[in-house]
């Protein structure tokens, strides 16, 4: 029993090695009335790069961090979803990871002239990529819950 297991485990370490990645730097962006929008790190480039500094209580402790990322806000202007902030506010985008995880945002939360939030879409955490995917940075929550990782679709609605 000891020596199958021996034998086994270099080759299952083998095979996790040689899958590809789960957690992808994409996203898809969702508008009712639109064809779904790829974003990735294509489509991030073409946006300002903010950074923010984030920190925030889990089961493991005070996690902190500085990420680099797009300003959701950003994104949705880029898209011309908030060109009326106004009319925008009854909008919110709701956040979907890989493991089923949700959270939904709002436009007045993150409209600078009202909740002024500076919500991040991040895909790098203290210089190096991350390795779940793209994950939402949410500087002055205490706790982690809306810091959700392998991001799978943003769905304003
Ligand atoms: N996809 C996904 N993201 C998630 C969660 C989750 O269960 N799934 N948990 C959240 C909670 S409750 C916390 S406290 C933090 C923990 O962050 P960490 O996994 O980087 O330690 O992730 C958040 N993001
Ligand atoms: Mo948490």
Same mark, same amino acid.
């Given at each position: 029993?000891?020596?199958?297991?021996? @034998?086994?485990?270099? &080759? !299952?370490?083998?095979?996790? /090695?040689?899958?590809?990645?789960?957690?992808?730097? $994409?996203?898809?962006?969702?508008?009712?009335?639109?064809?779904?929008?790829?974003?990735?790190?294509?489509?991030?480039?073409?946006?300002?790069?903010?950074? &923010?500094?984030?920190?925030?209580?889990?089961?493991?402790?005070?996690? $902190?961090?500085?990420?680099?990322? &797009?300003?959701?806000?950003? /994104?949705?202007?880029? +898209?011309?979803?908030?060109?009326?902030? +106004?009319?925008?506010?009854?909008? $919110?985008?709701?956040?979907?990871?890989?493991?089923?995880?949700?959270?939904? !945002?709002?436009?007045?939360?993150?409209?600078?002239? !009202?909740?002024?939030?500076?919500?991040?879409?991040?895909?790098?955490?203290?210089? +190096?990529?991350?390795?779940? *995917?793209?994950?939402?940075?949410?500087? *002055?929550?205490?706790? *982690?819950? @809306?810091?959700? +990782?392998?991001? &799978?679709?943003?769905?304003? @609605?």
């Amino acid at each position: 029993m000891q020596s199958w297991s021996y @034998r086994i485990a270099p &080759v !299952f370490l083998a095979a996790l /090695l040689a899958m590809p990645a789960a957690a992808a730097e $994409t996203a898809q962006l969702t508008v009712p009335g639109h064809e779904a929008e790829v974003i990735d790190m294509a489509a991030l480039s073409q946006l300002p790069v903010t950074e &923010v500094a984030s920190a925030f209580r889990s089961s493991k402790g005070i996690e $902190t961090g500085v990420y680099k990322g &797009v300003l959701l806000w950003d /994104l949705l202007s880029a +898209k011309g979803l908030v060109d009326d902030p +106004k009319a925008a506010m009854r909008h $919110t985008i709701l956040v979907s990871a890989g493991d089923g995880h949700q959270i939904a !945002f709002s436009v007045g939360e993150i409209a600078p002239e !009202f909740g002024a939030r500076p919500i991040l879409l991040a895909y790098e955490m203290n210089g +190096k990529p991350i390795p779940d *995917g793209l994950r939402m940075v949410v500087p *002055g929550d205490m706790r *982690g819950a @809306r810091h959700i +990782k392998d991001i &799978v679709t943003l769905d304003y @609605r």
